[in-house]
């Protein structure tokens, strides 16, 4: 009995000792663990994710990814929520909103560094509006995005119109709008911007909002260039061609774009972006692309952006955070996500073998990425997106529910100066010029 | 003869009384039940509407003139739903919570309440109005704090977040159920006092027992709360397979563009266990609402 309790005793202090020395095995081997937040889109979905982590986990053993993957919906709230609380935030996100961006690492000099990876390797505009802030690389430039005209060739057919081309003019789009709207079917020939001074108010010529120092709004938001954009937006507006802002509410569609009603068949013609281009082709529709309307003799101008994929600058392990980054967001990581996914690569030299690269949708497409990017401006001019524009929607608001007569935009943008002004002479010293 | 014929008459005159009565009785009912179906059927509406975009495919969903019943119905939406995310899975977890929050709701409600109704102590009402503001505080304003609290208690991507607040009191509940406690009579609570009863005994076998229509109240709304709560799950939890079906739903909704095809489906599916718990539970409900003074 005595010689059976000491047999027992001594398998039990034998295991022990195994585990400990498996504890202390395996805690001096420990990969580093890094967290990633990222969402699930049909760009970008699950099983891509979870292939990019697999896949960098092989070649880099000594790091673990610990992935969480969020609803769109979600994200705002909870690197908010995070970034406010100063803890929590994950090691690599996108940061996309302004506000962010003090809290990213600058990765200038790691990606300087870098023997695999370089910033000559991504869409140059892409990268210099998206991952590039206050001189410093801050992030990189995941997928690209851009806005550009879908037209809806079954709806051209049937009402005998030509299809648009690229030297297309804004007062051709009214023209084209009006000829394919059909009451009878509740059917819009096109839709409406969704904000002044995005491309097609800069390809009329309405340059900027106020001037590059961000001192002057007086000649600008309502001088010749922005009258005429204004106007341009009257015509469409007073042309019954275009779906109201009531409309597009009580439909329910996405305010990234009507790519539903555009689906449906409903809209003729609708400025969209690559996302609702990939979701159009899923569901069938026979469509074209060409980029959004100019005037002859002007720069033409795209709205376009990335997301931007960046390093918490609270992060413990910077070095692996920066590893796992250029993985996901390079070659190999947004490779996984177009063969997998349906992302478009931030890389021309990936994006060459996307799989519909050849087809006539994708070639319009990339037509308009070598476009000069609204976001240029955009971007160096934080002030016009929050104080300024907010303060001049009045004009927008009246011309979109069609409560001013034509000769009435040049006083109603005259009588917008002054409250610009002074959204730009408080935000200025607030967030910059 | 003289007198058959007043009373014929009269026979007469109350016969046709009664018939016009029964008529215009069934006029009413008519009237009322043609009504109550007409408001049924506006507010199964978008119901209705929901069922049948879960059957259409991405381009009848906005056509014009729209198909109230596809033509070809697309029964397989419902299965790309809940292949393409692990729905089922989150069903169970928002159940999960449901289960937790009631318990807890249950747990903790009648005994707070059962204080502020029936004992006088230092500051009661100060502490009550204390305990009342707490619902003015917008939810979004506790969040950074809540999850400084829950990160430092390590309880980040834990179901405990989610479940804890409910053992200490819901506000709402609270002041509810007081509110029904003090419309219990007293001398129920000195009868058991009289029999030997104190005061655990008088909430467990007088208070609780006839405070039924509160709990019930208690039960389906945090049931309704707590399935379609999506902010504090966001928040809270990270690993894929917790999440609630309330975030399993969001994940319909794209960066570009909604797959309304399938997320009214998977919608659809979700909200059974709601009807489920109303159906069962609105006879209760309606009484509790009602005797607790409050509209529902």
């Known amino acids: 009995m005595r010689r059976h309790l000491a047999r027992r005793m001594l398998v039990v202090v034998s295991l022990l000792l195994l585990l400990l020395a498996n504890v202390g095995g395996v805690g001096a081997q420990d990969p580093v663990t890094i967290t990633w937040w990222t969402l699930a889109s049909s760009e970008s979905p699950e099983p891509a994710i979870r292939a990019v982590v697999e896949a960098f986990e092989a070649e880099h053993p000594h790091i673990k990814v610990d992935v969480t993957i969020m609803a769109e919906s979600a994200y705002g709230d909870l690197m908010n929520t995070t970034i406010g609380a100063g803890e929590g935030a994950p090691d690599i996100a996108y940061f996309w909103e302004t506000p962010w961006l003090p809290h990213t690492l600058d990765i200038t000099d790691r990606l300087a560094a870098d023997p695999n990876l370089s910033r000559d390797d991504y869409f140059e505009e892409y990268f210099n509006n998206w991952a590039v802030w206050n001189d410093r690389v801050v992030g990189l430039p995941f997928t690209v995005g851009a806005n550009f005209v879908m037209y809806n060739r079954d709806v051209f057919d049937e009402a005998g119109v030509e299809y648009p081309t690229a030297d297309w003019t804004p007062s051709d789009y009214i023209e084209i709008a009006t000829a394919l709207t059909d009451p009878d079917k509740r059917r819009w020939g096109g839709d409406r911007p969704r904000g002044p001074f995005r491309a097609v108010w800069r390809n009329i010529g309405a340059t900027k909002p106020y001037s590059d120092d961000s001192t002057t709004v007086e000649g600008y938001i309502n001088g010749p260039n922005s009258v005429a954009a204004y106007t341009w937006l009257w015509d469409l507006v007073d042309s019954g061609a275009t779906p109201t802002p009531a409309d597009i509410e009580v439909l329910g569609t996405e305010g990234t774009g009507p790519v539903d009603l555009f689906i449906a068949g409903r809209l003729g013609m609708a400025t969209l972006n690559n996302g609702h281009m990939i979701t159009a082709a899923n569901a069938g529709v026979n469509f074209g692309i060409v980029p959004e309307p100019h005037v002859p003799g002007n720069e033409r101008f795209v709205h376009a952006w990335a997301l931007r994929a960046s390093i918490w600058a609270g992060t413990e392990h910077p070095d692996e955070a920066y590893e796992f980054l250029s993985f996901w967001a390079g070659p190999e990581g947004q490779r996984i996500n177009m063969e997998i996914g349906a992302l478009i690569p931030s890389l021309p030299a990936v994006l060459e073998d996307y799989p519909d690269v050849d087809s006539d949708y994708f070639q319009g497409f990339m037509g308009v990425l070598n476009a000069t990017q609204t976001a240029e401006w955009r971007s160096s001019h934080p002030c016009w997106r929050g104080a300024v524009v907010r303060a001049v929607s009045d004009a927008w608001d009246l011309i979109m529910l069609g409560e001013i007569g034509r000769d009435e935009v040049q006083a109603t943008l005259d009588a917008m100066v002054e409250p610009a002004q002074a959204a730009l002479d408080e935000c200025v010293p607030r967030l910059g010029g | ?296």
């Open chain 2, 1 to 296: 003869m003289r007198t058959d014929g007043p009373t014929q008459s009269i026979q007469t005159q109350l016969r046709r009384s009664a018939a016009r009565k029964r008529a215009r009785r069934i006029i009413g009912h008519t009237l009322v039940y043609a009504l109550m179906v007409s408001l049924a059927l506006i507010f199964m509406l978008p119901i209705f509407w929901m069922a049948s975009t879960s059957l259409k495919l991405p381009q009848e969903i906005f056509a014009w003139p729209p198909d109230w019943i596809p033509s070809v119905p697309q029964w397989g939406n419902y299965a790309e739903a809940f292949g393409k995310y692990p729905l089922a899975r989150y069903m169970l977890n928002s159940a999960f919570l449901v289960v937790a929050n009631i318990i807890g709701g249950l747990v903790s409600v009648p005994i707070i309440a059962y204080g502020f109704a029936r004992f006088d102590f230092p500051f009661k009402h100060a502490l009550f109005l204390l305990m009342l503001s707490t619902m003015m505080v917008p939810g979004h304003i506790k969040l950074i704090p809540m999850f400084w609290l829950y990160s430092r208690l390590d309880l980040i991507d834990t179901y405990w977040p989610l479940i804890l607040p409910a053992f200490f009191g819901n506000p709402f509940f609270i002041f509810l159920m007081t509110q029904y406690i003090r419309t219990i009579p007293r001398d129920l609570d000195d009868a058991a006092r009289i029999d030997g009863a104190g005061a655990w005994g008088i909430l467990y076998r007088i208070i609780i027992p006839l405070s039924r229509p509160a709990l019930t109240v208690v039960v389906v709304f945090t049931f309704v709360w707590v399935w379609n709560d999506f902010l504090e799950p966001i928040i809270f939890l990270r690993d894929w397979d917790s999440y609630p079906i309330s975030v399993g739903l969001a994940f319909f909704q794209g960066r570009y563009s909604v797959e309304w095809h399938l997320f009214m489906g998977a919608t659809l599916v979700s909200i059974i266990p709601i009807l489920v718990v109303y159906f069962f539970a609105q006879k209760h409900l309606i009484g509790g609402l009602a005797s607790i003074g409050i509209k529902g």
